[in-house]
């Protein structure tokens, strides 16, 4: 009987500390994203650096691209426009930010005429090439400048098409690609809801 019993606790540590494990190794490892999210510096349409930080209390909702695009950023601008402005009072829980990955041709004089036509609240973006590396890395965000040759300034970029969120500390979370604004706005809202709730897991 008492060999049952030992090995029923024995089991029981077992699971207790792999869980202990698995929720130590999985904090270290978003306080290890975040970190590296909180250093990047990229540079605003006023020329001015611009970190995660400056987001503040609010949620930033992400998109990467290039003014260039044919169609899957303007797209995307729009739907956050419309998403935002049919959410209320909850649109000051948001900042839309377009990081511009394509520096040879959108300045920040570029990005801002662009963004604006969108939203005027819109935050644009740009860096260098190494820094629009490192934070789309850190994203989880992907592209490929198609270029034919070093004078080509008609190529096109591919890149993701989703949007990401994430709160002034660097903690961040994907979106899925979303057909229109209606489903934009849901999907912010949850993530949202899912955001505040992992907050207060770890404090």
């Known amino acids: 009987m008492r060999r049952i019993i030992y090995i029923i606790c024995s089991i029981v540590a077992f699971f207790a500390l792999a869980v202990g494990v698995f929720f130590t190794s999985d904090y270290f490892a978003n306080k290890w ?36 695009c044919p169609d899957a950023c303007p797209t995307a601008l729009n739907d956050i426009s419309i998403a935002l402005a049919e959410m209320g009072s909850k649109r000051d829980l948001f900042q839309p930010v377009f990081i511009s990955v394509d520096p040879g041709r959108d300045t920040p004089e570029i990005i801002g005429k662009y963004v604006a036509h969108f939203d005027k609240s819109i935050v644009g973006l ?6 629009l590396k490192k934070i789309s890395f850190n ?4 592209y ?6 070093p004078k080509d300034q008609e190529y ?8 990401f969120m994430v709160t002034s500390s660097g903690q961040k979370l994907p979106m899925p690609v979303t057909k229109n604004s209606d489903e ?3 999907v912010m809202l949850k993530v949202k809801d899912r955001i505040l709730k992992d907050n207060a897991r770890w404090q």
Do not use: C, M
């Open 184 to 186: 934009l706005q849901r």
């Open 33 to 68: 994203e975040s970190e590296r999210l909180q250093a990047s510096i990229l540079t605003d349409t006023k020329g001015k650096p611009w970190r995660i930080s400056d987001l503040k209390d609010k949620i930033g909702v992400v998109f990467f691209g290039y003014t260039f």
């Open 144 to 149: 490929t400048l198609q270029k034919k040759g």
């Open 126 to 131: 740009t860096g260098s090439d190494s820094e």
């Open 139 to 142: 994203f989880g965000a992907t």
């Open 156 to 163: 096109l970029v591919n890149h993701s098409a989703n949007f």
